[in-house]
């Protein structure tokens, strides 16, 4: 009997994800699957495309994002990430994560980056994903759960100190309940307040959730300049105290005195990768973006404002400017805008191409959906590495890029049936253009859709076309480690 589809993409060049050679091939999809790879001449469907001269990806996975909100809020809030060809993220990093933690207040930043206290609203993980089950989020989404939540709930928002054993066994707990539930991992961001008073013994008790539960530890380290390589050390020690697979949040080596250094750091991630599963995720870009901390303003780190609720019309301004036109040292006028956020230039481009073109990194946005002025990553991160740093500088191959932000991610978050091109694979697809693929988004001008990007598949469905935006409303589902 001949094969019938819903959809053959016919004579693509097919970048399956693995880091193989490109290859000529029709792919042929019926329902949520891809069902036949290579040539299917006498196949019929229902649509065929004819994308000759265009490419075929897997559907991009961002490895690092903060849209545990934006997936609520429908397709026009995910448009950022559909327009690059996404069709999965990972949200919950950095110790941030929507549940399971309900707030009364204005949540202590950096938690206020998912939104004020209207959006805190679930109280167990479990609350939040029959959530993405009633309205299915726009794009797949896979979940961990934030150690600064947990925190939250647990000390009853008291975190400038240690837990005590009873406050960290609660967190366990509450953590173990949200893996059973559907959540696949757990999330720190020592780096802040809220969290940096937790020492490691700490982490790893509440961590402990992971080892029974098969869960994976992802962490915002404690620091990411000076100390870069203890804190390398304190998650490599976390990681094997509990038996969880570690990822290194957007790798750094963070402040001028720090330039270079990733050939230090990548060397003994190298090392530790010979005893223990440790990968990392960076964004393609010399500039970090977060809350504004007064505290940690410095004259040789230019910062440009993203959001701040008493001067809304800062956003898109450098903070320098700003004190010069208030008179006011860098510190008091940060201080003047809380609460906050900015972009910090605070990176070597020679260190972001090395992290980026280690065989262990993974491609995270860590975009920010919600902030006024946002980091032109949340637009431009995906065709940008495909566009910029593989076509144009040759930092690495079109199949290398693809990998890195599909096969490879896939296997470390343990996606399955995801991130790849084969028969019998999810039918998440990106259909663009290899010769004009890139980003439009700039720190002058970051809300711009990317260039190339021609159609995103998201579980067999259509969900982006460019030029027409979302066609799709809730093709997402909710995505688990070790399922699908
Ligand atoms: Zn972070
Ligand atoms: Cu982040």
């Known amino acids: 009997m001949a094969l019938r589809c819903d959809l053959i993409i016919r004579d693509a060049a097919v970048f399956d994800g693995t880091a193989a050679p490109r ?23 229902d649509e065929e495309i004819i994308a000759s001269g265009k490419a075929v990806a897997p559907g991009f996975i961002d490895a690092h994002t903060h849209d545990d ?64 089950r009633r309205d299915p989020p726009p794009v797949n989404t896979y979940a961990l759960i934030g150690h600064m939540s947990l925190r939250v709930e647990a000390m009853s928002g008291d975190t400038r100190r240690a837990a005590t054993d009873k406050e960290a066994e609660h967190m366990r707990r509450r ?28 982490v790893i008790a509440v961590a402990d959730a992971l080892r029974e539960a098969g869960g994976i530890y992802v962490t915002h380290m404690r620091d990411e300049a000076s100390d870069v390589l203890a804190s390398i050390e304190e998650t490599l020690r976390i990681g094997r105290s509990v038996n969880a697979p570690v990822v290194i949040s957007h790798h750094k080596c963070s402040m001028p005195e720090n330039f ?11 090392v530790a990768a010979g005893n223990q599963r440790v990968d990392f995720d960076v964004y393609p870009y010399p500039a970090g973006s977060t809350v504004l901390m007064p505290e940690r303003a410095r004259s040789d780190v230019p910062v440009q404002i993203t959001w701040s609720v008493p001067h809304p019309d800062c956003a898109g301004r450098m903070l320098h400017d700003i004190a010069k036109d208030w008179g006011l040292e860098l510190r008091d006028a940060a201080e003047r805008l809380l609460p906050a956020g900015g972009i910090f230039f605070q990176m070597d481009e020679q260190d972001v191409q090395r992290i980026m073109a280690h065989r262990l990194a993974m491609i995270g946005s860590d975009g920010l959906p919600h902030d006024a002025f946002p980091h032109p990553r949340l637009w431009g991160t995906f065709p940008r590495v495909l566009g910029h740093y593989a076509r144009d500088m040759g930092l690495f191959s079109m199949e290398e890029a693809v990998h890195k932000m599909t096969g490879h991610t896939a296997e470390v978050f343990g996606m399955i049936d995801r991130g790849v091109i084969r028969a019998g694979a999810y039918a998440d697809l990106v259909l663009f253009d290899p010769t004009t693929v890139r980003d439009s988004a700039t720190f002058a001008e970051p809300v711009k859709p990317a260039e190339g990007i021609l159609k995103t598949w998201i579980n067999g469905q259509l969900t982006y076309v460019a030029g027409r935006g979302a066609v799709a409303e809730r093709a997402g589902r909710l995505v688990t480690r070790n399922g699908g």
């Open 69 to 132: 909100r934006a997936v609520l809020c429908g397709p026009e809030c995910m448009l950022c990430k559909m327009s690059q060809g996404v069709s999965t993220v990972v949200v919950g990093n950095c110790g941030i994560s929507l549940s399971p933690v309900r707030m009364a207040t204005r949540p202590v930043p950096p938690l206020d980056l998912l939104g004020d206290e209207a959006w805190w609203t679930f109280g167990s993980f479990g609350e939040y994903a029959d959530r993405l």
């Open 175 to 202: 953590l173990a309940d949200a893996l059973a539930e559907g959540a696949s991992g757990f999330s720190t961001g020592l780096y802040y307040p809220p969290n940096m008073m937790a020492p490691t013994d700490e």
């Open 260 to 270: 270079g250094r990733s050939a230090q750091t990548l060397a003994a991630i190298d």
């Open 23 to 45: 290859f000529n091939a029709d792919v042929g999809i019926a329902g949520d699957r891809i069902v036949a790879v290579g040539d299917l001449g006498s196949a019929a469907a």
